[in-house]
Structures are given as structure tokens and as C-alpha cells.
Nanobody, 126 residues
Framework: QVQLVESGGGLVQAGGSLRLSCAAS????????MGWFRQAPGKERTFVAA????????PYAESVKGRFTISRDNAKNTVYLQMSSLKPEDTAVYYC???????????????????WGQGTQVTVSS
């Protein structure tokens, strides 16, 4: 099993930046593909970005391409989401998740992920 703890959320003005972190513990971090998802009030949880075990594959949702960057540091058991040019529509609770995937995969589907963090709130004001 793996435990995930997100941090780095907060309140930011439109156009600003935030970096989210997700620290993992309990199992071999490098054995998991990692994903970021978000859920706005009254809406379903949606895919934001994912990263394969080796960092070679990094799919993004169309709505965040060119603005968000996912990365991981396997030595620190941490995955990051650098968010820039933030928009009010990026406001949501952001969750990281771990998928015991094959080395070359990075899924966009939440059902593929076995472990989830508790989430961190990101609020972007206009």
C-alpha cells in the first residue's frame, strides 16, 4: 500500500502560479504511475495530468496543456504539479493518486488508480 499527502494549495489571483506536492510513503514509489485529478463543487472528478514510472509519459488534460507541468522525484517519493497562468475555472480540490502500472503507462482514468490522497484546495480569484 501507499499513503499520499498533498500540499501546496491555496488562494491565488488569476494569472498566478502554485506548485502542488504529493508525498508518498509506505511502498516503493517508483513502482507507481502517478496522477493528478481535480473536483470542482458539484462536478465529477476529472483528470488533470499523469506521469509514468520513468517520467517518459506525461499526458495532460486539454484544458491545462501549456500551463501545468507534472514531474516526479523518485528519490524524494514526491510528485509535483506546477500550475501557471491560473484561471478561475481551475478552482477545485486537487487529488493525487497512485497506480501500480506497467512502466510505460500513465492513465487518464481515475478507475485505474488504487490509492488517493485527501486533496488540497486550490482557489483562483478573478
Amino acid at each position: 500500500q501507499v499513503q499520499l499527502v498533498e500540499s501546496g494549495g491555496g488562494l491565488v489571483q488569476a494569472g498566478g502560479s502554485l506548485r502542488l506536492s504529493c508525498a508518498a510513503s509506505g511502498d516503493t514509489f517508483g513502482s507507481y504511475a502517478m496522477g493528478w485529478f481535480r473536483q470542482a463543487p458539484g462536478k465529477e472528478r476529472t483528470f488533470v495530468a499523469a506521469i509514468s514510472r520513468s517520467s517518459r509519459k506525461t499526458p495532460y488534460a486539454e484544458s491545462v496543456k501549456g500551463r501545468f507541468t507534472i514531474s516526479r522525484d523518485n528519490a524524494k517519493n514526491t510528485v509535483y504539479l506546477q500550475m501557471s497562468s491560473l484561471k478561475p475555472e481551475d478552482t477545485a480540490v486537487y487529488y493525487c493518486a497512485a497506480d501500480p502500472a506497467l512502466p510505460w503507462t500513465a492513465s487518464e482514468y481515475p478507475g485505474e488508480y488504487d490509492y488517493w490522497g485527501q486533496g488540497t484546495q486550490v482557489t483562483v480569484s478573478s
